[in-house]
């Protein structure tokens, strides 16, 4: 992060040094700052892009070192596809795939000559998301690497040339902020376990004050007064007491009613007494992943001044085995009052969502809730790692989930709730079960949750597959992604601000 690019939107004009990347439609069509530096290289570059069979096809990269012609070291090219295909996330993962390719090469002075083909003002939000590209792709996590702390990469500087600069700047303004969210989120995710315990994470929310965000901390001591019986039961194993962070962004009218968003804060899974298999067990300290995103989500929203009064509730507990730990058979008491029987101590994110959220919706009578935790495997054998899972008592919130999904490519599906469903959960000596069985274990997940939001308007993202070590894409290397800050980002912006 400390290496992090300088990243500018500029007039657009001709570099007369370091490297420039052009961006090349489809069949090699090309804007004028593009044909002015063609002409130049006096046929250079068309010649490389013949010999190497370049089209300009979407995500497609042509390196050509040295061109005769031009004092510039490189110039890469890069295609942009079908006009009509290039659209913002298209914009956004070329900016990936270009700060990949300037990140092997170890580039120090790059200009992008962003045009559009036909030679009319580049779309600024096509410009902004290029830029969000380049520096989401720019992220690494080496804090604790010490073996190479002397090989400092040359620090890059990156000026995207275009017409309508002005306008394209503030664009990218806003998503510098939401880079920066996401970018914080997986720091969360990425953080060691002994690092990043319940009181730890407490203080990294309480340091986003400096943005805005009013934020309080509640204790183990508070939550017990509160009665949250749940949440303190997955925490009681641990010698890391929990804790409740509460953000509040107040960004919009004075009264007006609050959208929430609450996260699964488990900062470690062993499992508990129900003890998960020790291989991939250090994998664990993602579990945290639903809660990163919430808090990176916060951050976003203060950055960019976001016009809605936002709530982001998170839950942080370590869950281990111990003598003093929660067992099978146990019968917890949540704050609804409700009674839940242990089944599994593996199942114990729905435990600190069940607290989470009814605080959610009793303190703030939110418009609706999100919630976000890496919940199920069950959701991961049904979806994989390119989709979370969505589940909601509402349609319309559930579409605009959708909706939002599809736009920032941070993709969502939506599965069944239902009676039926409910009834896996129903318990012999107690309100309901923590477990309803192998058979669709991520519903049955969803509708214990569901048990604890009442008629607020409510969806719950199960982020198993997308929180953590999910595949390598153009925009991130790193094993923590911050999924779901750009997606419900969009959805404020999209359907909430006024």
Known sequence: MSNSPNISIVKAGLPDSGIAVVLVGEDGALGPQAKELFDLSGGSLQRAMDVADFKGKSQSLLDVVAPAGLALSRVILAGTGKAEEFGADAALKLGGSVMGKLKDIKAETITVLFDKVDGSEADPVLVAEFAMGLRLRAYEWSKHKTVKKDEKPPKMTVSIATEGHS????????????????????????????????VEYAKICEGLTEFGLEVEILTDKDMKKLGMGALLGVAQGSVRPARLAVMRWNGGKAKETPVAFVGKGVVFDTGGISIKPAAGMEDMKGDMGGSAAVVGLMRALAGRKAKINAVGVIGLVENMPDGNAYRPGDILTSMSGQTIEVINTDAEGRLVLADALWYTKET????FMVNLATLTGACMVALGTQHAGLFSNDDELATRLYDAGQTTGEKLWRLPLGPDYDKLIDSRFADMKNTGGRYGGAITAAQFLKRFVGETAWAHLDVAGTAMASADTETNRSWGNGFGVRLLNRLVADHYEK
């Open 364 to 367: 703030f009578k939110p418009a």
């Open 167 to 198: 306008k394209a700047r503030k664009a990218f303004a806003d998503n510098e902020e939401i880079a920066a969210g996401v970018m914080l989120a997986r720091d969360l995710v990425n953080e060691a376990p002994n690092v990043l315990g319940p």
